[in-house]
Every structure is written in structure tokens, then in C-alpha cells.
């Protein structure tokens, strides 16, 4: 497995990052726990989750499934960079308290002790807003930031889906107070949707932030959906097959598996692998179900595309541009 240092930390993470969604609502906690040992055996040691993973009435339990996972011992926890997510609301149905959302101080606290309750831990290494508030303050924030990273209950603090204009506003805050601020972004970003290279990326590389792609597969759409389709017990689903409706995306996808065809390449693996050489990025996030789908994902790590590739790959799914600062005179 190869590692990188996650933005201006000092954190060793993998450059695979093993996301957790899917625990719970869709993968059972043996096998939940079955792939988390598999991942770890492999050398990937960064994990994410949310506190609202799980969803609907079960929201908190994939956080409980990596709780029983860690209590297991074995150096499990220790060998393991952890992160997690606050902002969604962990109210229930009919509760109609509020604080159980955002980021504000007193909701920050809340969901830290929660979320560490269930993952039977006593620090989360990355502790990642989960969206913008637009009615918190930074300055609140970083304030419960501070109180919780002397407490020794969080190490570090993340973004997600946060346009690059915040992450300077953060960032520029948590400067001006004396904080270490946002030290990574997750951000929708992969080959069909690489719209962060405008501007989020770049702010996040002149912060130091670590980038960590989520939906790397842009709904599975890269993975091979067209040829799923045409296999007789499998199809595309969900967002893929929305996507496929449109004749323009699928002449795309098509393009793109025909290329890979010809080099002997898994649309997965490429997907993953291009991800791995673009600037800034720390490591995609893949959520797998199945042992199969792990191995595919290790597999991409070590995967190296050719100058020649990378090129087809921009013909066929070209990036937007130069980012504006580019335009100055």
C-alpha cells in the first residue's frame, strides 16, 4: 500500500480510504467487519464515516458496527486513522428539539460525545463538518474546535462539500485566532464531475488541505456501467442508470470502456488510479460491499497510467479549464 502525508499534517494515511456508508444499510456487521480486517490487513489504515451513516431511525449505526469492530483489540484502533462527521441531524421522528444539527458550539460538543460513545474510542483523529453552516460563525466553531482538541477528544479538524471560498473564510479565520484550521476536503470530484478543479482544489492546495474524493465512481457510472448492462444478471442502477438515460453520457461512458477494452483496463480501476494522479489528492474514498469490490479498489493503487492514457482520458472527459486566477494579466 502506498502512503501519503493527509495536507500539512503529520498523518501517514493510505492513499485508499476505506468509507464505511454502506455499513450497516446495506453490508451486515460480520461482513462489515470482515472487510474493515481485509482493508487493514491490506495496509489501508484511513477510515471514514458519518455520525448520520446508517440513516432514517438506524442513523449512528455504522459508527456502532466500526465501535464493535475497534472492540475487538488487536491493535485495531491503534493502527487505524479515524474519521467522522458532524452536521446532519440526529434528532428522531417527531423529536422537535432543536441543536441536533449544524455547527453550532453546543451541537459540535453533543455529536462529539456521541459519535465517540459508539465508536467505543476515546479520540477521532479527523473530526470533518460534513456541510457548511451559513448560520455558525467560524469563530464559534474554531472555539469548540479548540476546547475539544485540548480535551484530547479530537486531533484534527476536516471539510466537506465546502466551496473554495469557505475553506479560505475558515481558514483565514482560524489564522487570525491562532488555529491550526481545516487540514483536509472531501469533495465530489472523478473523471465525469471534475467541476473542483475550478476552484475548490486549488484552495484547498494553497491551505494545505489533503484532498479525499468521494463517489470516485461518480455513482458507478465509471465502474463499467454500460458493460454491466449488457451482462446478462447485472445492469446499472441507481444514478448510473439516470445517467446512461441521457444519450449524450452514455456516447461518453462508451467512448470511455472502449478505450479501456483496447488497454486490457478495468473502467474501476482507471477511475481510481487517475484520481491518484491529480494535484492535491490524498486518496479516494471507496465504499465496498463485497471482498471483490475491495480487491478492485487495492488493486487501482498500484496501478500506473501512462502519459498516453491520461491524455485520452481529458479528451473524453475534459476538465473545466483553467481555475480563474489564470485570466489575471
Not at 484511513?46 to 440513516?55: I, L, P, Q, S
Not at 460563525?137 to 472555539?143: G, K, L, N, R, V
Not at 484534527?156 to 465546502?162: E, K, Q
Not at 479501456?260 to 481510481?272: Q, T
Amino acid at each position: 500500500m502506498k502512503y501519503t502525508q493527509l495536507g500539512r499534517t503529520g498523518l501517514k494515511v493510505s492513499r485508499l480510504v476505506l468509507g464505511t456508508m454502506n455499513f450497516g444499510p446495506q453490508t451486515g456487521e460480520a461482513e462489515s467487519h470482515a472487510l474493515m480486517d481485509a482493508a487493514l490487513d491490506a495496509g489501508v489504515n484511513f477510515f471514514d464515516t458519518a455520525n448520520v451513516y446508517g440513516w432514517g431511525e438506524n442513523k449512528g449505526r455504522t459508527e456502532e458496527i466500526i465501535g464493535t469492530w475497534f472492540a475487538q483489540g488487536g491493535g485495531r484502533r491503534e493502527k487505524t486513522v479515524l474519521a467522522t462527521k458532524v452536521y446532519g441531524s440526529m434528532s428522531r421522528e417527531g423529536d422537535t428539539w432543536p441543536n441536533f444539527d449544524r455547527l453550532s458550539a453546543l451541537n459540535i460538543r453533543r455529536a462529539v460525545d456521541a459519535s465517540l460513545r459508539r465508536l467505543r474510542t476515546d479520540h477521532i483523529d479527523v473530526y470533518q463538518f460534513h456541510h457548511v453552516d451559513r448560520l455558525t460563525p467560524f469563530e464559534e466553531i474554531w472555539q469548540a474546535v479548540e476546547v475539544l482538541i485540548q480535551q484530547g477528544k479530537i486531533l484534527y479538524a476536516g471539510s466537506s462539500n465546502f466551496p473554495g471560498w469557505k475553506i479560505a473564510q475558515a481558514n483565514e479565520t482560524a489564522a487570525r485566532i491562532g488555529r491550526l484550521g481545516l487540514v483536509s476536503e472531501q469533495c465530489l470530484y472523478n473523471l465525469a464531475e471534475r467541476r473542483a478543479e475550478m476552484e475548490v482544489i486549488p484552495a484547498a492546495e494553497a491551505y494545505g488541505l489533503g484532498v479525499i474524493p468521494w463517489s470516485p465512481l461518480h455513482g458507478g457510472l465509471l465502474g463499467g456501467a454500460i458493460r454491466k448492462a449488457g451482462t446478462p444478471g447485472r445492469s446499472a442502477s441507481g444514478r448510473s442508470a439516470d445517467a446512461l438515460a441521457n444519450s449524450d453520457v452514455r456516447a461518453q461512458v462508451q467512448r470511455y470502456e472502449d478505450l479501456l477494452d483496447k488497454h486490457g483496463l478495468e473502467p474501476g480501476d482507471v477511475a481510481l488510479a487517475w484520481l491518484l494522479t491529480r494535484p492535491g489528492v490524498t486518496g479516494p474514498i471507496v465504499g465496498p460491499r463485497t471482498p471483490e469490490q475491495l480487491a478492485s479498489a487495492l488493486r487501482a493503487v498500484e496501478l500506473e497510467l501512462s502519459a498516453e492514457l491520461l491524455t485520452s482520458l481529458d479528451e473524453i472527459f475534459p476538465g473545466p479549464g483553467a481555475s480563474p486566477e489564470a485570466f489575471a494579466w
